[in-house]
């Protein structure tokens, strides 16, 4: 257990990352160095205090429950003190008998982000202008925008109505076309349907599949997690994405000590770091003790339902049985447990 | 990520220029404000703390909609009380009642008793629609009341001569806290998806055995506005929270805007 020996350096803000680039020419004046370049002007608050077992602790799924339970007993006295109250870091695993999916009724949803703000309060994420991170976007899709007056000039040639060869006039990196960033003065508005966009946690997940350190990985439940202390940040797993569902802290994040949720999972919520991935993990710290996400608590108009797969009384499985069901980019056998329904 | 995006062109500037102003996120806790869980006005939580740094609810700064939950059974009781018919034999299903927020303003006891038992108002002869004279904040003009497409008038659901309830179909009382046993009678596909738990909402615990808040009819519709503005679903319209902040190379969205067809 005993780790003491490592502690006595514990004030040092460097990342793990620049620890090891700099590995070859280390020495306290680089180090210190390095310190001082990753300090920003306001506190740097989740690197703060990393000690050196942290640096050099293994990924996180090849941990023995010993090294796990060290792990996180460290974490917790380190977020505690950071941001002033009892912060616990859990390690749940995956139960048994649980594969998660998630059903959301398009028709329902109005448009109005609450799910994307409560997902920012439950799960830490960076706020305010300098780096804010949202894992959820609603997307505002207009209502009749093709039609067969378009058809000639606008990608869909001849007289069948096939695109061919993409459409230029569409932005480039843009999943799906339809506005991020609309700003309504009233939800829903007339002319327009909403459609949310977070992780999948697909089956085959691509992101997995190109993180050239498996730091990030699918856990028997289903949940597609990251050891954020194993992250390089190459950002690989972002442009391997099909849904734009991964973020990147390019920034050190600002978590606000007062609004930070002390109710933390390893893999999940935990205060990030910068130059880490980060994503969607069906809230892992509530959903592995049985409680529904952030974002299917706030929908003020019950349009997200979350369950077990495997059990067929739960709520997504009869949305399967009952409604009319699609998922998101099918055709590129990502099989996301993310499904969007209709009445 | 978002870099690789087009910029946004010139063309309708102004638009986006109060989309980039950032959120406030901010004030965790604020003692005593109060915020509301679905409907502005009808579904109201005061926020208060319930373990040192917990608060019952976040509020959000810009709508004042509920953010976050600490405790979703706040002020629930079981659903044993409320003797609906559906199977929650696998789960511990508890309800918040409906009366103390219809009746916040005690609206329903005092006023359904002064108005209402007879000596200032008479009970109607029929149930006829005339002219409202009280009430025009719930239904502006009750001769436009649209639920049922004009086939319903107050009387249909409100009990004549006993304004603290509900009235069905059968003359039967209806209590304010269980809407479903009135709305049922006409939406009774959705009466039963709701019981089966896919249509409405649920919150607290997702799997066997857990607890769970169900949310009833009006928590989430008001039954008196359907033809509201020009709304196109069964909620009532709100303000929504404010959009993401635009990346740094960007200084508008205009691009989202442009439509993508012919003469672009
Ligand atoms: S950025 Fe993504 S792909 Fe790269 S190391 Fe981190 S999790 Fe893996
Ligand atoms: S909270 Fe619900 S209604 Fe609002 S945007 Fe999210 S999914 Fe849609």
Redesign the pocket.
Known sequence: MSKEDNKENGAQSVSRRDFLRKAGTYSAASLSGAAMLLSNPKPAQATTNVEWAEHFQKNYRLMTEEEKQEALDRLEKRYSEEFGKEVTVDGSPAMDGVLFGYALNIQKCIGCRRCAKACVAENNQSRGDEQQIEWIRVLRLEKGQFSADDRDNAGYPGDYGIQVGGNAYKPAGVVLEGQHYYEAEQVPEKDAFYMPMQCMQCEKPP?VK???????YRDPDGIVV?DYN?????????GACPYWA?R?NWGEPSLPAEEMNPVTHYLGNRPRMKG??EKCTFCVQRTRKGRWTACVEVCPVGARKLGNLLDPESDVRKVLETKKVFRLRADLNTYPKFFYFMD | MISYRLFGSAIGLCLLAAASTAPVFGEATQQGKECFESRDGRSQVVQREIAPGTPNVKCSPTTSGVLWWGDPFDGTIPMGDMAVEADYTHEEAVVKPREPQIDKNKLLTICAVACHNGEYVPVPENKNPRPLKMHKDIVPDSMELKHGKGAIWCLDCHHPDNRTKLVDNFNNEVSFNQPQNLCGKCHGQVLRRWREGIHGKRIGMWNKGGKKRWWVCTECHNPHDIQQGDRTSGFAQLHPEPAPNLPKTMANADHERVKHGPGH
């Not at chain 1, 194993?230 to 972002?238: F, K, S, V, Y």
């Open positions: 992101c190109v993180c050239p350190v498996q730091t990030t990251i194993w992250c390089i940040g190459c950002r690989m797993c972002i991964r990147f880490v991935a």
